[in-house]
């Protein structure tokens, strides 16, 4: 096989910092992810005069989907940094970072309207 064929991520080994550094970031994203869905079986289990329930289920199932596409991310940008760092090459950018940060804003905002509507 040919030196072009290999898959970079089996090249050289990394310095042990970095790569533990890159698997500490996956490790935090799926924290949240496990935040997310923590969240949406609270708001689901825990909250039944927050909102009525076909607002209840949908918030509690977009935060669900959030925290299984956040675990999914998580994985690939995880392998694209690996690989990455393997080729010698630059760190992938990634937009999750700015969907996640909307989808944490307007979920605070949804959730804050609905406090102070129940509140009244």
């Known amino acids: 096989m040919a030196a072009e064929d290999e898959d970079p991520a089996d090249r050289e080994e990394l310095d042990y910092r970095f790569t533990l550094a890159n698997e500490r970031t996956f490790l935090a994203w799926i924290r949240t992810a496990l935040a ?5 079986v609270g708001l689901d289990q ?3 005069d927050l909102a009525p329930v ?14 299984a596409g956040l675990g999914v991310a998580a994985y690939h940008r995880w392998v694209r940094v690996e690989r990455a760092m393997r080729a010698g090459g630059p760190l ?3 937009r999750t970072m700015l969907v ?7 979920a605070a905002a949804v959730f804050s309207v609905l406090i102070v509507g ?3």
């Open 92 to 94: 992938p950018a990634t």
């Open 46 to 48: 825990l909250t039944p």
């Open 100 to 106: 996640l940060t909307v989808c944490v804003a307007v």
């Open 36 to 40: 997310l869905l923590a969240g949406a």
């Open 54 to 67: 076909p607002v209840r289920v949908v918030l509690s199932v977009a935060l669900a989907v959030g925290g």
């Open 118 to 120: 129940r509140s009244r």
